[in-house]
Each structure stands twice: as structure tokens, then as C-alpha cells.
DNA sequence: AAATATTCGGAATGAATATTCCAAATTGTT
DNA sequence: AACAATTTGGAATATTCATTCCGAATATTT
């Protein structure tokens, strides 16, 4: 079947990601991975080098996926501190509904990878810091609009909830039940008051 | 060497835990063990059944240094936020003297395992229940001596400050430095007043 | 319709890997 | 000093795994 690509890349980064995301980088086969893009051998080979490249395009699709996400949430009308509380209900809506997904991808190759693969932690850094940088958009947008009083740089506040946000994941994968996650969620909000 | 046994258990779980710590599970292999610990091929199957098993004791060895660590610090003569407040400090200065340690064991295993082998995810869950519920005394102590004034059940803050806690280990593994660190701790424990 | 370019299936390869097994070594016991 | 109990080193095994390679298939181009 060519002679042009039989097969939608997003769709097989997409279904990669969601092993790599399963079972972690060293935990799945290239076989697991066959099965579940319909791909074949050849082909994977052919288009995406080797595993452990395959594993860095399913980092950054992950990682697009996710952009994504939080720019649809920062494009809605709402003041920064609705958009953290809208972001935070909605990890724990997913989180709770879906407790056999396991974290976060991008949480997971931290933990799995990002000693041992300079670009994994490229990756994961960069994820940090762009994600950071908009919690602290919306929380100075909270600020400017008289929500909140802030007692510290905005920049703080925006490390603070990224760390709020590493840990649910972690603790998800902990069997923390929904309304634990609630009550994390509850006191770092009210950081801000 | 025989007719008892020629090496010490513990410093033989010490040493597979740092493996086990800077590679993940599926990342090591029986030879790196091996050579970690000194160990004969045939001593360590017949002590410690197989991989598998040894990363379970593995587990639980790091997760006995970690309680005994903390316990020291609950034996101090200090109030609860005091305690607090050391335990983030002694866990800061850690992460950052040692960028190359690879988090924590009970973190990355959670992230790896738990979703895949139950008694992981019961290691993690088990230290998770407990560590949550040390900080909650720390908390109600504090309280009991007018330190500090809560306006939520001391359980909830030991999840939340938990959930800092693990927070801290996967930003470290991203790459944040001592004073980002610091300043997730700051705005955390602020939460306090 | 022939040529071209590319994909794809699956067998083949070779390297790691976990685990087993046996004989040699060694120390405590009699 | 011989025996018993157990460990240990290392070879052997069998499995899994990532990767390569070749020939068949097919759609576009000429």
C-alpha cells in the first residue's frame, strides 16, 4: 500500500504514547507497540528510526496534546483565577473518573527517564517551565483584576501550583481517592487569599 | 563461604535500591545488581527468589530507612511546624546537594509500578496513608500550642503538605533548582496562617 | 501499460536478559 | 580430621527483545 504514508502519524504517536504512558519506556516492547498502531515492523523502522526516538515523539505529541488542552482553557473568558480553578477540577475529574490511567506521561518519563536521557529531561523541563509561565499569566491577571492580594511575585505562585499539580499526579498513582485530591486542591487555592 | 551467610541483608538491599533508584525496575538488569552488590548469581536467586522479589524488598528497605528518618525527626523536641518546616529544609538541601539522585525510590515507583504489580502500589499507598498522617499530628500539635490556627481539619493539611512533598521530588526530576524549591515550600507552608 | 517509488509483512539475526543448575569451596560440628 | 550444611562462581539455558533485511504489493507517474 503506497506510495505515499498509509498511516496517520498523529494516530500512531497518539497510540504509542498511550503504552509508553501504560507501561513506561523500558516496560513496553516494540511488539506492544506494533499492536497497538497497527503498524509493522518495517514500517515503525522506517518512519520513526528506533524506539527510543519513537519514545521522544510520543513525549512531545503528549505534550502537544496536553499545550493544547490548556490553551483552549486560556482562550475562555474568565479571570486567571477561574482558569486555575476550571484547570484543577478538571485534572481531578479525569483523574478520579480514569483511575487506571496512569499519571501523567510526562511525570512518568521525569521519573523513569530524565536521568538517564538528556532529551527526555529537555522535554520535561521545558514542560515545567511553559507551564509555570501560565499559571503565573493567569495569576497575575487575577491580580491585576483585584480577585487576589498577593503576598509574593506571581512567579511564585505559578512554581507553586505546578508543584500542586506534579504532586496529584503522584499521588493519584498513590491511590488517592478524588476527595483527597479535593482537598489538596482546596488548600493550595487558598494560598491566594 | 559458607555455613551462614556471608553478607549483610541489609547492605545488600541498600545497595539494589540504589540501583533500583537510579534506573527504575524494568531499567536494571540482574548484572547490574550483581556488581552493585557483590553478590554471586547464585546467592541472590537463592535469598531473594528473583528480581521481582527483590525489588519488593527493595522497596520496603528504602521505605524503613525513609520512616526512621522522619521518626528521628518526630523524636525532636519541637512543635509541629518546626518539625514541618526541618523536614522540607533537610529535603531541599538534599535534592539540591545531590541534582544526579534520581528523586525518590517510593516516587519513581509509583510512577513505574504501581499501576502494574498491586504490591508495589501497596508499599506506595502504605507510605503515602502514613507519612500523610505523621503530618497531621505535626499539624495538630502545632495547633494544640496556638502556633498556628487552622481553618480545616489537621487531615486535610497532611494530605496537602503531602502532596507538596512529592510535588518537590518530581520537580527536582525537572530540572527546578533550590530556590524554586524553596520558594514551592514558602507559599505551602504559608498556607499555615 | 510500464516504470518508479515507497510501504509493508514476516522471517532472520544477534544481543540482552532472567533464571537454573552443578560442582567446588568453606566453615561449624562431631 | 572427617562430615554436614550451605554458599558461591560460573557455565548453561531459554526467553525476550530491538533491529535489519528482502521480496511482494501497490499507487502514482510517465
Known sequence: MPKYK??????????ASVVFHEKGYNGTSIDEIL???GLSRSSLYDSFKDKHNL??????????VNDKKIQNLDEKNLN???????????VINHLSEHPDDNGCLLVNAAAEMS???????????????????LFSTWISDAEEKK???LEKPAKVYGQFFY???CGLRVM?????????LSNVVKVALDSLN
Open 80 to 90: 486567571g483565577l477561574q482558569k486555575l480553578e476550571t484547570m484543577f477540577k478538571s
Open 163 to 165: 508543584n500542586t499539580l
Open 55 to 64: 519514545y521522544l515523539q510520543s513525549l512531545e505529541f503528549y505534550k502537544n
Open 6 to 15: 498509509q498511516f496517520d502519524r498523529d494516530k500512531v504517536l497518539e497510540a
Open 115 to 133: 536521568k538517564q536521557c538528556f532529551k527526555t529531561s529537555q522535554v520535561v523541563c521545558n514542560n515545567k517551565d511553559e507551564v509555570q509561565n
Open 172 to 180: 493519584s498513582q498513590s491511590g488517592a481517592g478524588k476527595t483527597e
Open 35 to 37: 499492536t497497538a498502531t
Open 147 to 149: 480577585v487576589i492580594k
